[in-house]
């Protein structure tokens, strides 16, 4: 019986892939600042209250450099950008000041996502890899509400450690190319955050030249990062389909 065979990332090898997101924003709960009388601010969900984009296309970028058999460093680059236009019917606080309604309102968010993590792969067979992943995240996050008489923008940035596990394995070889399934899942955390991701794909092989091989891939990613204080709330929860195209060399 032939055992299948899993395409891996060999020692001293590197990993280039580029995902697309085709994101809901289920939530984007933001408080900021203060009322007129001191009290905590109007509570906006940016769909619901500003009508920021339910659904919207995402990229992620990730680089991998496996240092030794079992060793590796990686990083990885998330730009959210949203901007959208509304007229709300309701006035709110934002940054301690009153929008009006009935004017119009120009929304942008942007956040930046960085990430390095070190990976150990501490279960290697030829069937499947195990690995565990620790590491740190920057999240350079600007969020701005305008209307033809105030600008407010909230700017912060903010790091956060992580930790997580993968698992890869091979679920039948097609050919010289194999089909696959691939799972990452972490927990984040720090300066008040607590949040957790995942990764769920099929994933499809092709040897190339050389010991590289190229892959596409497809599943469902999700999102949850939380952050409460009375004047300064931030709660994201996304999810959706992703795509990727990778490539070992």
């Not at 968010?109 to 995240?137: E, K, L, N, P, T």
Request: proline share 3%; hydrophobic share 40%.
């Amino acid at each position: 019986m032939v055992v299948p065979y899993l395409p891996r990332q060999g020692a001293k090898q590197f990993l280039l892939n580029a995902k697309l997101w085709y994101a809901k924003l289920n939530a984007s709960t933001i408080v900021w600042g203060t009322n007129l009388a001191g009290n905590t601010g109007t509570q906006l969900d940016l769909n619901r209250d500003l009508d920021l984009s339910k659904y919207q296309y995402l990229a992620e970028y990730e680089a991998r450099c496996q240092i030794r058999c079992n060793w590796g460093l990686r990083f990885s680059f998330m730009p959210l950008q949203y901007r959208d236009n509304t007229i709300p019917t309701q006035g709110f606080f934002f940054g301690n000041t009153f929008y009006s309604p009935g004017l119009s309102v120009l929304t942008k968010w942007d956040r930046y996502i960085y990430r390095w993590d070190i990976v150990y792969d501490w279960f290697q067979a030829v069937h499947a890899v195990s690995s565990i992943f620790a590491g740190y995240a920057l999240y350079d996050d600007k969020l701005a509400i305008s209307n033809p008489v105030f600008n407010r923008a909230r700017s912060h940035t903010f790091g956060l450690a992580y930790a997580g596990g993968s698992i890869d394995r091979v679920i039948r070889n097609v050919g010289s190319g194999a089909a696959s399934m691939h799972c990452k899942a972490s927990v984040q955390f720090l300066e008040g955050y607590f949040g957790w991701d995942g990764y769920a794909a099929a994933r499809f092989s092709v040897p190339l030249s050389c010991g590289r091989y190229g892959y596409l891939e497809g599943g469902w990613r999700w999102i949850v990062l939380d952050m409460y204080q009375p004047t300064n709330t931030d709660k994201t929860s996304l999810d959706g389909a992703m795509g990727a195209v990778g490539l070992v060399f």
